[in-house]
């Protein structure tokens, strides 16, 4: 809790540090009710920041000093000053050594920050600033540090100790406890540093270099989740060799372990050669997890170990640059996770993700750049903006310059700099280097924010035969940034004649024509390409596979998008216009709903998913997409003043509707499907993980014909699936059904069976908060006093409150904003235990602007009653007083 307003920290005020810090010894004496820090620090003045010997000022909070000396001879009060989150003292030499023991409290730590506990282990977050909750420290990026590490504990309660890098040494002492060093011979800076002690159990495997070097791999669990390690193992492996074929890159310790634990605020960490994961990212059964977990697990074990080169090797000179390691490693694990499995779902699964949240963030309060210039709390800015728009910047890059220039743009990155903790600019020099392209336009993608807008226009020559395409972009104003330039939007594009073959694309001036996908570099707030040898007037295909992070409008009829959706060669964009064909069509909806129309839904949506579903050689994936309707929150996104219940009632219309017109065809898809599960064992792989999502997304519609003949069907699959992604389905299925004794049956079934298993509660909760059926609100207040709901776990707080707020807009939405000042609620209740975990919960309250003014009201009410209830975090503070101006 601060006791001052936070300040606001600024990128033009970054200075290098005045010390380095060469060498860092740490012993951590672990207890019940206290913890031991002692700190060895070899300091020296940094060569690079002027002269003399200014004051030395150390980052420390919440930490009992017991001792400190220089050079061996202790420091008396005077010889220090210390505040709330500094220790300041003065050096008499360039170089210098430093110890200071300190007292900490893991064991009622409930930020989840620095060390704490997490049930019976003891374990570390400290990335971005938790090393100055553990003990004095230069806790800034760009001081690179060699860690030694000596942890030691009761032997008993904690058999298993763990640190950074390799053990070299353990040793037991009288009174039952133990100890072991470890040594990690990287430098590294503080926010990589990890330890963990408890209980542990672990598989062990390994994993031999492109160079011939064996790596032990161990993943450490609490007992009970033993026979849950083998996917994260094999995604660990396959991440391993995925990164040195493709970027080249290998392992460089002869260790790498991952630890999962149950209480933590993120996904996951990339603490070097020993990774802390939130359990939900780690953990897969087929009994237990579903194919979306499956999937859940192997990209964010790929991503942490991908951050071993993007992150940990070349590291971030300080926060405004995250995205260097964020946006890169994002990018990194997409690609991986499109090779191992369907590279069109990956992608678009995660565009429906950016459009509907990214889009939203850039449009809100919280609007910040790539690269922000300003923060009060930097845990505030692990965003969606940072990672995933991040991702879409070095995606672009990659399409602009061609996987061969990139990868020789990596490899300079990499040898350049490595081992040094570097910027942004840094990133696009060496791709500039490399590649001979220049990205000087291109980066302001890292300085802007917003979503930009490119709206197309065409003319047709039929004389000259010539097709014009017109571009003309503009981006709206953000927070601080009123006013933008052209940003560089790489336009992959096809041309489609009447049959739906593309045509060679020649531009004019051009003497032959390249190939039928080209990408066009938008450069210009206005800019015309013009096509030459355009015998009939084409149909464009745009931005296909998503190649910018834009909001693209072409005046498409409603037929031209039927046509795309059969013809365009890009599997993304025939999926992006059904899409929009479903926008259009449920939009006409929602303006019925509005005018108290009777509801005529558009028969050619029926006729366009009836299509897709009688072709059985369309990839099953790729019809469970088609089939998804656009999802309420990306529909908001769109509208100018969202009307959260008329879309639900177009919404819900259309559904109804295509259960009506479709049902034979759905029914035999989902018989079909529902077969073949039956007979053929589980495995998470692409095929049947396509099989699956055509299923339950074809019994989710079935279910709305009400028949007993569905309810027999949807309890069969619920009591008879041999995994997770049948069963939660079906119950989600009865959840959101009238159905009432069947659903009380189901959850009362499912919750008895897997009551001990933290993470199937998890989903339990979310799929009973996240039902639009009326009394939402109250299901959620009845849930939070269910024996395995605590506020204290994130997990519980994202499945149980999170689900509610993000996705149940009817009932969060309340008229009478119950709900609006429930969550407010729990955030107060949440700024004084866990800080980031309130702050992130606040979101759906910064997002007033989009709503009636009824609603506006209510919402901006809540947020004045968060900042007025007492002293609030940095966290809190940031994001309700920047959504209230
Ligand atoms: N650096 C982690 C990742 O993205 C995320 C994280 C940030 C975890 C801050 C904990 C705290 O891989
Ligand atoms: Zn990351």
């Known amino acids: 809790m601060r006791s001052e307003q936070p300040k606001t920290v600024y990128l033009k005020d970054y200075r290098a540090p005045d010390y380095l810090i060469d060498e ?5 004496e672990l207890f019940e009710d206290h913890t031991l820090v002692h700190a060895q620090l070899v300091m020296r003045r940094n060569p690079q920041a002027g002269s003399g010997l200014p004051p030395l000022v150390l980052d420390g909070q919440q930490l009992e000093l017991l001792s400190l000396a220089v050079d061996d001879v202790p420091l008396g009060e005077g010889d220090y000053q210390q505040d709330d989150s500094h220790l300041t003292l003065q050096p008499t030499r360039s170089e210098f050594v430093i110890d200071s023991s300190v007292r900490i409290h893991p064991e009622s730590n409930t930020a989840l920050e620095g060390l704490y506990k997490s049930g019976g282990m003891f374990c570390t977050q400290c990335e971005a600033e938790g090393f100055r909750k553990i003990t004095f420290y230069l806790d800034r990026p760009d001081v690179m540090s060699k860690f030694t590490t000596t942890v030691s504990a009761a032997q008993r309660d904690y058999p298993v100790l763990l640190s950074n890098g390799n053990p070299i040494a353990s040793g037991h002492e009288e009174d039952g406890r ?5 040594q990690d011979p990287f430098r590294k800076p503080a926010y990589l540093f990890a330890l963990v002690a408890g209980d542990l159990w672990c598989i062990e495997d390994s994993f031999r270099t492109m160079s011939g070097r064996d790596v032990a791999l161990r993943i450490y669990v609490e007992p009970e989740n033993i026979g849950k390690l083998q996917h994260g193992m094999d995604s660990l492996k396959k991440s391993m060799k995925w990164d040195e074929e493709v970027y080249g890159r290998e392992y460089d310790l002869d260790i790498f372990m991952i630890v999962a634990v149950n209480d933590f605020n993120m996904g996951a960490m990339e603490n070097k050669g020993l990774n802390i994961f939130n359990s939900s990212c780690v953990l897969a059964h087929p009994e237990t997890a579903t194919d979306a977990a499956h999937q859940r697990v192997e990209a964010v074990v790929a991503h942490e170990y991908f951050h071993n080169w993007s992150g940990n090797r070349v590291t971030c000179r300080d926060w405004f640059q995250l995205s260097l390691k964020e946006g890169f490693t994002v990018f990194r694990d997409a690609e991986f996770s499109a090779d191992m499995n369907s590279r069109t779902v990956k992608r678009i699964e995660d565009v429906a993700f950016l459009r509907t949240q990214q889009f939203a963030e850039d449009a809100g309060p919280m609007a910040h750049p790539v690269r922000p210039d300003a923060y009060m709390e930097i845990s505030n800015f692990y965003t969606l903006t940072i990672y995933e728009k991040g991702a879409e910047v070095l995606r672009m890059i990659h399409t602009l310059l061609g996987a061969e220039a990139f990868r020789q743009g990596s490899d300079l990155y990499f040898d350049r700099h490595d081992g040094q903790a570097v ?4 990133f696009i020099q060496a791709m500039e280097d490399a590649s001979g392209v220049d990205l000087g336009q291109f980066k302001r993608w890292y300085t802007q924010s917003g979503t930009p807008r490119l709206v197309v226009e065409e003319a047709y020559d039929p004389v000259a035969h010539t097709y014009s395409l017109t571009f003309r972009q503009s981006c709206p104003p953000t927070p601080g940034q009123e006013h933008k330039q052209p940003f560089v939007i790489p336009v992959a594009m096809g041309l489609l004649d009447a049959h739906g073959h593309e045509l060679p694309l020649r531009l004019a001036g051009e003497a032959v024509a390249d190939g039928t996908s080209r990408v066009l570099a938008v450069t210009e707030a206005e800019q015309h390409f013009t096509f030459v040898d355009v015998a009939h007037k084409p149909l464009p295909s745009l931005l296909r596979g998503f190649s910018a992070p834009v909001k693209l409008s072409f005046p498409y009829s409603r037929d031209q998008l039927m046509f795309l959706m059969q013809h365009d060669s890009d599997g993304f964009n025939r999926w992006e216009a059904g899409q929009q064909l479903s926008v259009q069509v449920l939009q006409e909806l929602v303006d019925q709903q509005q005018r108290d129309e009777a509801l005529s839904l558009d028969p050619r949506l029926i006729a366009a998913l009836r299509s897709v579903l009688a072709d059985e050689s369309l990839d099953a994936a790729m019809v469970a997409e088609m089939l998804s309707l656009p999802a309420e929150a990306y529909l908001a996104e769109l509208s100018e003043v969202a009307d959260v219940d008329a879309i639900h009632a177009a ?23 529902r077969e073949q599960s039956r007979s053929t064992p589980y495995a998470a792989d692409a095929a049947q993980i396509a099989r699956r999502s055509l299923q339950n997304i074809a019994l989710s519609y079935l279910a709305l014909a009400g028949s007993d003949e569905v309810v027999d069907v949807c309890e069969e699959q619920f009591e008879h699936a041999d995994n997770m992604t049948e069963r939660l389905a079906a119950m989600a299925v009865l959840v959101n059904s009238p159905f009432e004794s069947e659903k009380a049956t189901a959850l009362a079934k499912f919750a008895d069976y897997f009551k001990d298993d933290a993470l199937v509660m998890d989903q339990w909760f979310s799929v009973q908060a996240g039902s639009p059926l009326p009394g939402g609100l109250e299901r959620v207040e009845a849930l939070m006093h269910h024996p395995a709901f605590t506020l204290k776990n994130p997990n519980k707080v994202r499945a149980l409150i999170g689900a509610f707020a993000n996705q149940n807009h009817v009932n969060f939405h309340r008229l009478d904003g119950a709900g609006y000042r429930f969550l407010a609620d729990q955030v107060i209740a949440l700024n004084a235990l866990n800080p980031q975990i309130a702050s992130r919960l606040l979101t759906p309250l910064t997002r007033w602007r ?10 901006r009410g809540e947020l004045e009653r968060i900042l007025a209830s007492g002293e609030l975090s940095s966290d809190v503070f940031e994001v309700v007083s920047k959504s209230l101006v």
């Open 24 to 28: 860092t010894h740490l012993t951590f």
């Open 178 to 182: 133990h100890w072991a060093t470890w």
């Open 423 to 426: 910027t942004c600019d840094d």
């Open 651 to 673: 919404r819900e219309f259309a559904r109804a509707q295509i259960c009506a017109e479709l049902f034979d065809l759905l029914w035999a898809r989902y018989q079909a499907c």
């Open 850 to 859: 989009k709503f009636d003014s009824a609603r506006q009201a209510l919402m």
